[in-house]
Structures are given as C-alpha cells and as structure tokens.
C-alpha cells in the first residue's frame, strides 16, 4: 500500500513537471511569436511611414513644379512680345447665356431700362457657376451684366495682327445723324474689344437662373460676369453728359397703334407660342410690343430713306444689340425675318419678337401702325426655352 502510494505520488509530480513545461514551452513560443509579429508590425510601419513621407514630399515637388508650369504657360499664354511692343491678354469664358425676347438685334433697344417690359432668363453654366453663387442676388433691385458682342461683324478683325486689325477711331452716331464721334465716347458694340455692358432689374432667382427684365440684350449674348448695382457709389449726384447724349425725342415716335386685326392674329398665335413665352398673356406681350416702338428702331439708312422701294440689302442680317451709336450704316433682308419688306409702294418692317414676326410701318410724321402678328417658321422657332410657367410663383 505504501508502494503503491510512492509509486502514484511519483507519477504526480512527474505529471506536473510535464505540464510546467509544457506551459513554458508554449508561453516561450507565444513570446516569440508576438515578438516577430511586433517587430514585423514595426517594420511595416516604418515603411508605410517612409513612403508617406516621400509621397508628401512628391506631391510638394509636383504642386511646385505644377505652379510653375501654370506661371510659364499664363506668360507664355498672355505675353505677345513683338519687336515694337509687348501685349498682353486674357483668356475669358462665358459663364452663362441670355435667353431673350428679342430673337434679332432688330428692335433691341440702343440702352437698357428703355423697354421696361423686355424680359430675358440669364441661365448659367451650372459646370462653371454653381447654384450657390447666386444666393444674395435677389435682395438687390438691379444687376450689372458683363456680355459678348457676339454677333458683330467684325468680330474676325480679333484675330488679325493689330496693325492690321483697322478698327475704326470713331464712329456714326443716330442722334448726330450720322455724325461721327470717338468709340470711347459712346457705347458702340464695334469697339477693339467687343466687350458690353448693361444694367437689368432683378425680378427673380430660382436654381441656376436669374429672370431680368428692362433688358437691351439679344437672344444668346454670352456673359461674362454680373455684378450687383450700388446706388450708393454708382449713381453719381451732378455727373454730366455732352448735349447730344441727353435723353430727347430724335429717337421716339409720334403714336404707336394696332390694327383691328393685330390683336386676333396675336391670339392666334399665342395658342402656339405661349408654352415658349416669357409672357403671362397676349394683352402683356402687346404691352412690350408698343414700348419697342415707342422708339424708332429702324437703322440711320433706313430713317434716311424710309419709303424707298429698292432697299439695298445688307450682309449683316443677325448683328447685335442696337447701340446709342451705330457704327456702320445697316439695312436688313426680309428674307431672314428682320428686315423691310415693299408692297404697293409702302415699307413693311418686321420685329422678331420671341417667335413672332410682327410686321410694321411708320408714316412720314412718325406715326407707327402694327399690321399683324405671324408665327416663325418652324426652323427658325426657339426650343427648349425658359418660359413665364417657370416663373409663375415667383411672379405672381
């Protein structure tokens, strides 16, 4: 029994040396594993840290390098040095288009707040001008808009060496009758850099749009940048104008009056043109049609010779908006929806208005009769325009 006793106490303590060294063993290699494990996890992190630090240090490398390329690019990009000057010039993009009631520069007003009832919808490249960056604008009355004369004429003399660019010193003036003044003492659209401006009356902001009214901008100006009118700094107490600028009648017209048949050719049409209308309703649309021809819109050729038959057709059939001063002496082909037309010995004008043709004449007293209203033909009607539906709420 004592044997016996030895004998399992023997086989105990053997049991728990192997188990203690078993534990050892085990906690040895468990040491050793989080040892390399650790030293592995340290070493990837040094490395991950050395190549964040030579990425840091080559995108600083790269943005130094880049703005130094962007540096030489703008100079190499603005500077025209040439053996007699150095030029320099500035790439701009328009940020927005002008959706306007007036689809030609025939009857676009020479200034703006002249036809308080033309309407345009300035819509903004939403790419360049971010919906954001009209927050703000509503709380002024009126704008500064910043545009492209893109329709002139003489817009390739741009690309032509200035020596040979030939723009004119001065230009014909309406109310001088054709007198000529210096371009930098009018607003002439033919100017060396074709660039104008104009003010409008905020009515309403909605997304990536802004609806203007008092408008002189044709249908598709390109704009470059508007800004909001201080009246505080801009309208300037006792500045002065030369006489021949002040406001007079040379350019007004006697009476403007309808037809019996006009306004039931103007409902006629407006069953069609009223989903493309920035216009509540025929009665509002015939309201902006006598405030255009409240002033006389034709050209200095055609006020020169107003009933002649034989009207010498011009080239320049889709310009841009009318100035107070005109630089060329312009008649319009009716064959393009601007221009006059002759029957029975009498003048026809014709005012493109969204996408009506309201044809006109104008007796030697100065006194308008409106004929009739037609629509466009279908391809020259606009699509896919802002109309007064948009706007409703927001008018109304």
């Not at 200034?111 to 960056?133: G, N, Y």
Request: glycine share 4%; aromatic share 8%; charged share 25%.
């Amino acid at each position: 029994m004592a044997m016996a006793n030895s004998e399992n106490s023997k086989w105990l303590r053997a049991t728990i040396a192997l188990a203690v060294a078993a534990i050892s063993t085990t906690a040895s290699i468990s040491v050793y594993v989080y040892t390399r494990k650790s030293k592995e996890l340290d070493s990837k992190i040094e490395e991950l840290e050395i190549s964040l630090k030579a990425s840091l240090q080559k995108c600083a490398a790269e943005r130094k390098g880049r703005i130094k390329a962007q540096q030489a690019a703008r100079k190499a990009l603005t500077q025209n040095n040439t053996e007699k000057s150095k030029k320099t010039s500035y790439p701009m993009t328009p940020i927005g288009t002008i959706q306007s009631c007036f689809a030609t520069r025939y009857g676009t007003p020479r200034q703006p707040l002249l036809v308080p009832l033309a309407r345009a919808c300035l819509v903004f490249d939403t790419s360049m001008v971010p919906p954001a960056a009209l927050e703000g604008l509503l709380e002024y009355s009126h704008c500064w808009i910043i545009y492209v004369f893109h329709l002139n004429t003489d817009l390739e003399k741009l690309w032509k060496p200035p020596c040979n660019s030939k723009f004119k010193a001065k230009v014909r003036v309406p109310k001088l009758k054709g007198g000529r003044m210096g371009v930098f003492a009018t607003r002439s659209p033919h100017r060396p850099c074709p660039i104008g401006l104009t003010c409008a009356k905020v009515e309403a902001v909605q997304g990536h749009m802004v609806l203007l009214s008092g408008v002189d901008l044709v249908d598709g100006t390109p704009v470059l940048d508007i800004k909001p009118y201080l009246p505080y700094c801009e309208s300037i107490e006792g500045a002065t104008v030369p006489n021949w600028v002040k406001e007079d009648n040379s350019l007004s017209v006697a009476s403007v009056h309808f037809s019996p048949e006009f306004m039931s050719s103007l409902a006629n049409c407006w069953v069609t043109a009223e989903g493309n209308s920035l216009y509540a309703s025929p009665d509002e649309l015939n309201i902006l049609i006598k405030q255009v021809l409240s002033w006389d819109i034709r050209s200095l050729s055609q006020r020169i010779r107003p009933h002649s038959v034989l009207l010498k057709t011009g080239n320049d059939s889709e310009g841009h908006t009318f100035s107070d001063e005109d630089d060329e002496v312009e008649v319009f082909s009716h064959e393009n929806g601007q221009g006059p037309s002759t029957s029975t010995g009498e003048v026809m004008y014709h005012l493109m208005l969204e996408d009506l043709d309201i044809s006109y004449k104008i007796d030697a007293d100065g006194n308008v009769i409106v004929e009739k209203a037609i629509l466009c033909p279908d391809s020259q009607r606009r699509q896919q325009r802002c109309s007064y539906s948009m706007w409703r709420e927001t008018l109304e």
